[in-house]
């Protein structure tokens, strides 16, 4: 786990293929000490990791992001309106790499929508 301290996992739900987890976010991490004080923002590039750290887990496996397609940010995530947060994540592997279409939703928001490749480096 790179996001050492950065959150917790609360639920995950796996359904037909999709798996829902939510999970939540530690407000008084370093991260917000620059990103910003007063009115912290999530970090997109850390939105991103999450996803990331959420295939690892799920295949068992340590990745290599190799393309971000369709990343779209859509609102902010402010751990001060809510230390939760959803992912909704489908994964699937092929031809040694794993792809993932998510969405990620912060207070009924969709807050990230990102479909990408992972590089298998290694098993765990």
Do not use: C, W
């Amino acid at each position: 786990m790179q996001l050492k301290d950065f959150y917790t996992e609360v639920s995950t739900i796996e359904d037909h293929g999709e798996i829902i987890t939510e999970i939540s976010i530690n407000k008084h991490h370093e991260i917000y000490i620059g990103h910003f004080p007063e009115r912290p923002v999530t970090p997109g590039v850390i939105l991103m990791q999450l996803f990331n750290e959420e295939v690892e887990k799920r295949t068992n496996k340590n990745l290599q992001l190799e393309k971000a397609l369709n990343v779209k940010f859509m609102a902010v995530v402010d751990p001060n309106l809510s230390a939760n947060f959803t992912m909704y994540s489908h994964i699937s592997e092929n031809n040694g790499v794993i792809e993932l279409k998510a969405i990620a939703k912060h207070q009924d928001k969709v807050a990230l929508k990102i479909n990408s490749i992972y590089k298998i480096i290694s098993d765990r």
